[in-house]
């Protein structure tokens, strides 16, 4: 049987992954999504006392939860049956083989009543350098090659969700729009989240320069302020859902409403 090919090249990735710490991490995006979950954690009104973190980079996440296990995001997360009351899932689910898979794990690892919560980008983010990137290759070359991950949509990311069987799922999301002086910053500030492309079926040559300068220009022209300062989208997307307990809310059974649809609409027209 001829097996399908890696969407990630998990070498280039944990190699990215330790330049960006080799040179400084460049966390904005993470210290955001940190705080975001500060605040999330607040709305829930409960203490959690055993919680685990699975991410590639440690610094935001420890000053959020101190105490927290902080687990790789290998294929098999290093999480014990029913260990913990919090698993957080941040910032690398985008980059996983198999994204319910993950999820799965993180809900074994929950006791009964234990959140799951996840942060990752989503389908919009890197809108502007995707079409530039696209643009100028095919001008430049006449083909295209992969050279922006994929990035799943809100709808079909919260599905993952009930497929892990989380219970009261959520999905949510919020769209971060970052400017620059110019395109190269955005390059450089990728580069140093350890975020640039380590696609399993990308091109292994350096990127021609005719194409990259095509593409900066494009993005100059296409995606610029009246201040001359470009613009980056990353889609922030939340997933949240609870370990399956007798305590939960339960969705009413089929026929249980105390009146019909009907009913209701017909008071409705004759209010």
Same mark, same amino acid.
């Given at each position: ?112 009543? &234990? ?42 990311? &919260? ?5 892990? &069987? ?106």
């Amino acid at each position: 049987m001829t097996q399908s090919p890696r969407l990630t090249d998990r070498t280039a990735l944990l190699r990215h992954r330790a330049r960006a710490r080799s040179l400084g991490p460049e966390l904005f995006l993470h210290d955001d999504a940190a705080v975001d979950l500060q605040e999330r954690l607040n709305e829930v009104n409960r203490t959690f006392t055993s919680a685990a973190v699975v991410t590639p980079f440690l610094q935001p996440w420890a000053e959020i939860l101190p105490g927290a296990k902080i687990v790789a995001d290998e294929e098999v997360l290093d999480l014990a049956p029913e260990a913990h009351d919090l698993v957080v899932h941040a910032m690398c689910l985008h980059w996983a083989e198999d994204p319910v898979g993950q999820i799965v794990q993180c809900a074994r690892a929950l006791r009964p009543d &234990g959140l799951f919560i996840a942060v990752l980008f989503g389908g919009q983010t890197l809108s502007e350098l995707r079409a530039v990137l696209a643009e100028a290759e095919v001008e430049v070359t006449g083909g295209l090659s992969p050279r922006v991950l994929p990035m799943g949509e809100i709808r079909d990311l &919260g599905a993952l969700l009930q497929r892990a &069987g989380l219970a009261l799922p959520v999905a949510d999301s919020l769209l971060r729009r970052v400017s620059y002086g110019d395109p190269l910053r955005l390059l450089h500030d990728l580069r140093a989240m350890g975020e640039t492309n380590a696609l399993g079926a990308r091109r292994r040559q350096f990127t021609p320069r005719a194409v990259l300068l095509q593409a900066l220009a494009r993005y100059a022209q296409h995606f610029s302020d009246a201040e001359g300062r470009v613009r980056a989208s990353f889609d922030m997307v939340w997933l949240t859902g609870w370990k399956p307990h007798e305590s939960q809310q339960k969705p009413l059974r089929p026929g249980s409403a105390a009146c019909s649809l009907t009913e209701v609409l017909g008071k409705t027209s004759q209010g």
